[in-house]
């Protein structure tokens, strides 16, 4: 066998290399699964779009405390559905309270209000509020998806500035959540308070987030 | 003879380039579509920075749907068709025919006074 046949076979054995080198290259799962990082991001970008619409709600229903609730609960309905029609899951916890404007040695009421969009049932909600003179809880059971839980405490507010507790644990056939609230009071104010615990669930992403804040509405001079 | 062998070792070589050819590269894999989510994500910004400048609310109050197709074309890119739907939860279909279509929804608000719960939908195709 002469040198110059086996070339064709020796060359033909390289071009194989080459192109299986090339081919590994290529690599697909990465590719992937960069599109899916991206497609994740978007989702990212929606669920910061409900939060910012709900620091929104806060500010254009401003300074009147029940149009705030009224606003947010409605809004948080709305996204809920717009969401579930896209295959997305938005649950969470929403619990807003505010006061009208305070004057020392009369009694103040807080109304606070509870939207459940968990998904599930709460089965024992229980709202302690405690301070100074005060201690109310209020135990509610058989708490329903998609409902609001509407209650209210009082307070005689001794000093010009004291910080409440209201303290919430729930319970359903998934989770056991306690969440501690500081109500901050203040002769001659009015403020609104809230917390949300917000989750979104879709199938490629898991997220979660807290807002929670003390909004001003009023201040008398 | 020496011709004949060359000849066969040739045949040879080729069959073997074209073997690994066709397994290698014979099956068809797509790649990744990859500017739907390009366009997805200017659309999205583009609402978003009409929202942060207050000027959404101005046609989603009226369901100025043509007003806002004018005011995003000089955000979107020029290659592609888009269509807006403002709606509250029941949004209409816009009975887009494209081989290439997406859409993305933006939830708003509304403003000051003016509270109104409103999803805008922005579809993108190309003809």
Redesign the interface.
């Known amino acids: 066998m002469s040198m110059k046949g086996q070339t064709f076979v020796i060359m033909a054995i390289i071009i194989v290399i080459v192109m299986v080198m090339l081919k590994s290259s290529l690599n697909f799962v990465k590719i992937i699964e960069n599109k899916r990082y991206i497609e994740s991001g978007l989702e990212r970008y929606q669920f910061q779009n409900v939060k910012d619409e709900l620091e929104k709600t806060i500010q254009i229903s401003y300074p009147n405390g029940k149009n705030i609730t009224d606003n947010l609960n409605e809004f948080l309905k709305f996204s809920r559905q717009s969401f579930k029609s896209r295959t997305i899951e938005l649950n969470g916890l929403f619990l807003e309270a505010y006061f009208p404007t305070i004057e020392t040695g009369i009694d103040t009421r807080l109304n606070v209000s509870v939207l459940n969009l968990l998904g599930e049932t709460i089965n024992t909600i229980n709202l302690s509020f405690s301070g100074s003179g005060v201690g109310q809880t209020q135990t509610n059971y058989t708490f329903e998806d998609y409902n609001i839980l509407d209650t209210n405490f009082t307070f005689n507010l001794q000093a010009n500035v004291y910080n409440y507790t209201l303290n919430i644990t729930y319970n359903t056939s998934s989770e056991n959540a306690t969440k501690i609230i500081i109500i901050p009071t203040e002769v001659g104010k009015t403020k609104y308070i809230y917390y949300f615990d917000i989750r979104m669930v879709s199938n490629k992403l898991e997220q979660r987030d807290i807002l929670e804040s003390t909004v001003i509405l009023n201040e008398s001079s | 003879m020496?011709g004949l062998?060359?000849s066969l070792?040739?045949i040879?070589?080729?069959l073997?380039?074209l073997t690994?050819?066709i397994t290698?590269?014979g099956t068809k894999?797509a790649?990744?579509?990859?500017e739907t989510?390009t366009w997805?994500?200017k659309g999205?910004?583009s609402l978003?920075a009409l929202?942060d400048s207050n000027e959404l609310k101005n046609y989603t109050k009226t369901n100025n749907t043509s007003g806002l197709e004018t005011r995003l074309l000089s955000m979107l890119p020029r290659d592609i068709d888009y269509e807006v739907v403002i709606c509250?939860?029941t949004c209409s279909d816009p009975n887009i025919e494209s081989e290439k279509l997406t859409s993305?929804?933006?939830?708003?608000?509304?403003?000051?006074?003016?509270?109104q719960?409103k999803?805008v939908i922005l579809y993108m195709y190309r003809e």
């Open positions: 020496k062998l060359k070792e040739a040879i070589a080729v073997i380039i690994v050819f290698y590269f894999e790649l990744p579509e990859f989510i997805q994500l999205f910004n978003k929202d509250d939860l993305i929804t933006y939830l708003t608000v509304g403003g000051v006074n003016d509270f719960s999803q």
